[in-house]
T-cell receptor, first 118, second 114 residues
Framework: DTAVSQTPKYLVTQMGNDKSIKCEQNLGHDTMYWYKQDSKKFLKIMFSYNNKELIINETVPNRFSPKSPDKAHLNLHINSLELGDSAVYFC?????????????????FGPGTRLTVL | AQKVTQAQTEISVVEKEDVTLDCVYETRDTTYYLFWYKQPPSGELVFLIRRNSFDEQNEISGRYSWNFQKSTSSFNFTITASQVVDSAVYFCALSANYGQNFVFGPGTRLSVLP
């Protein structure tokens, strides 16, 4: 049973296209995240959602739009893809929110989606 | 601003050697969390440990141990009697500002040779 799953695993597309990456967790967690890892292995958090509410929105282009239909899903939609968007995108989840602050408990990561923009 | 530095880009050791991965962080917050993650060649990310800023107790888990020193803003990770399966990229990370900021270090690639 996969805890955090992402689809697709690989995504190859042309510049200018719009694409989505889906993420689902079956751990009952209340917080989900998107991370980007570039070709030099640098990891950067992009977004975090708690109970379908956006709580972290790092400086990413507004071509990236997360959507959380329910707390088990956090999808990432990317408009007008650019060459620089090529990277591995990781989804993660945790039991993360308590009281007035985000509590960074153990995060479980999906297997990653390798996006290649040609 | 938050920052995490992992000065060692790559380390190579021979199996059974001990190895320490350095992590130095910067933050003005008094409440923060520090983390270590492992990324083996297969690419998945594995959470290893979380430590909050009020708990300076060192932690040991099997062959892994962590040394947190607020005085030097360091959170170093030691693998004792390394094994080939420890070969991976290891990331140190910092969460501050009540969780609103989260930043990774650049990673240290560890190669354990047989």
């Amino acid at each position: 049973d996969t805890a955090v799953s992402q689809t697709p695993k690989y995504l190859v597309t042309q510049m200018g296209n719009d694409k989505s990456i889906k993420c689902e967790q079956n751990l009952g967690h209340d917080t989900m995240y998107w991370y980007k890892q570039d070709s030099k292995k640098f990891l950067k958090i992009m977004f975090s959602y708690n109970n379908k509410e956006l709580i972290i929105n790092e400086t990413v282009p507004n071509r990236f739009s997360p959507k959380s239909p329910d707390k088990a899903h956090l999808n990432l939609h990317i408009n007008s893809l650019e060459l620089g968007d090529s990277a591995v995108y990781f989804c993660a989840s945790s039991q993360g929110y308590s009281g007035g602050a985000l509590v960074w408990n153990e995060q479980f990561f999906g297997p990653g989606t390798r996006l290649t923009v040609l | 601003a938050q920052k995490v530095t992992q000065a060692q880009t790559e380390i190579s050791v021979v199996e059974k050697e001990d190895v320490t991965l350095d992590c130095v962080y910067e933050t003005r917050d008094t409440t923060y969390y520090l983390f270590w993650y492992k990324q083996p060649p297969s690419g998945e990310l594995v959470f290893l440990i979380r430590r909050n800023s009020f708990d300076e107790q060192n932690e040991i888990s099997g062959r892994y141990s962590w040394n947190f020193q607020k005085s030097t803003s360091s959170f170093n990770f030691t693998i004792t009697a390394s094994q080939v399966v420890d070969s991976a990229v290891y990331f140190c990370a910092l969460s501050a500002n009540y969780g609103q900021n989260f930043v990774f270090g650049p990673g240290t690639r560890l190669s354990v040779l047989p």
